[in-house]
């Protein structure tokens, strides 16, 4: 089954509104990832958090290792943040990630 | 900045020929991957390697083979492609510690015809 569930799928906002984004996981991660695909685009890291609560400017993460979940938090989002916002657990060992299939994000201006 | 390149960006092919995607990074990483991308499907690991000379099978490797001759280099051979084949192919390079960043090339779009 998939090890990495995103939800929602889809998100549509108006510009200046918040985002969250969740992400639930089958078992322990030990690396917990969250990636920004532009339409048609490549995969960009945005943040690295197995644990605990990481911001970094209008984005926030907080991953709850016992509970198997993520979340991304995004602020005051812009027409530029639209996008696919991916999730990935470490695999096993040896450094693999498993992708969840992704939360598509359009804000609106 | 860490660089992954991928070539060819576009690819179509024939069923039963052979294609090849070819990867390059000049980040030092030894680890690199290849995944492909499917619409309902995400990101899917096809194959990995750990370094110079080896290859790993990941989730779904049936139908491909990797090749890793160098630390830079890391290929995607399909010996008899199928329309099954078609997809959006992304190579990656990472280090080898559990907490390392992967840093995606910007994929090859192949058209199994």
Known sequence: ?109 | EAAVTQSPRNKVAVTGGKVTLSCNQTNNHNNMYWYRQDTGHGLRLIHYSYGAGSTEKGDIPDGYKASRPSQENFSLILELATPSQTSVYFCASGRTSSQNTLYFGAGTRLSVL
């Open chain 1, 1 to 109: 089954g998939q090890q990495v569930q995103q939800s929602p799928s889809s998100l549509v906002l108006q510009e200046g509104e918040n985002a969250e984004l969740q992400c639930n996981f089958s078992s322990t991660a030990t690396q917990l990832q969250w990636f920004y695909q532009s339409p048609g685009g490549s995969l960009v890291s945005l943040l690295s958090n197995p644990s605990g609560t990481k911001h970094t400017g209008r984005l926030t993460s907080t991953t709850v290792t016992k509970e198997r979940r993520s979340s991304l938090h995004i602020s005051s989002s812009q027409t530029t943040d639209s996008g696919t916002y991916l999730c990935a657990r470490e695999q096993g060992t040896g450094s693999k990630l498993s992708f969840g299939k992704g939360a598509k994000l359009t804000v609106s201006p």
